[in-house]
C-alpha cells in the first residue's frame, strides 16, 4: 500500500500548481485526502474527495481556491492549486482512508510522503 507524492515547488503569490497523489490499486478504492503541515504547526485538512469522485470537502480557507479530483481509472487524485498565497507555504500530504471523518488525520490509515510548496509574497 502505497501513496506517491508529486508536484510541490517554489511560486510566488496568485501562482497555480496541481499536486498529485498516485496511489496502488487497492489504496485507491479508499476516501483520498490531501492534508498539508506547515512549519511549528499542526497538520490541517485541506480536501478530500469520495471514491466516486463526485463528493468534494474543503477547507474554508482553500475553498474557491482549490479543487481536488480523481483519475481512478490511472490511480491518481489531483489537487489544482490557484491564486496561492504565502500562508499556503507547507508540506502537502495525501493520505486515504475507509473513515467519512474525512478531516480528521487521525481517520487516515495510509499516508504518502510530502511535497513542499513554497509560495513567496
Known amino acids: 500500500v502505497q501513496l506517491q507524492a508529486s508536484g510541490g515547488g517554489l511560486v510566488q503569490a496568485g501562482d497555480s500548481l496541481r499536486l498529485s497523489c498516485t496511489a496502488s490499486d487497492r489504496t485507491f478504492t479508499l476516501f483520498v485526502g490531501w492534508f498539508r503541515q506547515a512549519p511549528g504547526k499542526e497538520r490541517e485538512f485541506v480536501a478530500a474527495?469520495?471514491?466516486?469522485?463526485?463528493?468534494?470537502y474543503y477547507a474554508d480557507s482553500v475553498k474557491d481556491r482549490f479543487t481536488i479530483s480523481r483519475d481512478n481509472a490511472n490511480n491518481t487524485v489531483y489537487l489544482q492549486m490557484n491564486n496561492l498565497k504565502p500562508e499556503d507555504t507547507a508540506v502537502y500530504y495525501c493520505?486515504?482512508?475507509?473513515?467519512?471523518?474525512?478531516?480528521?488525520?487521525?481517520?487516515?490509515?495510509?499516508w504518502g510522503q510530502g511535497t513542499l510548496v513554497t509560495v513567496s509574497s
Open positions: 474527495v469520495s471514491r466516486s469522485g463526485q463528493s468534494e
Open positions: 493520505a486515504s482512508t475507509t473513515s467519512w471523518n474525512l478531516r480528521s488525520v487521525a481517520a487516515y490509515e495510509y
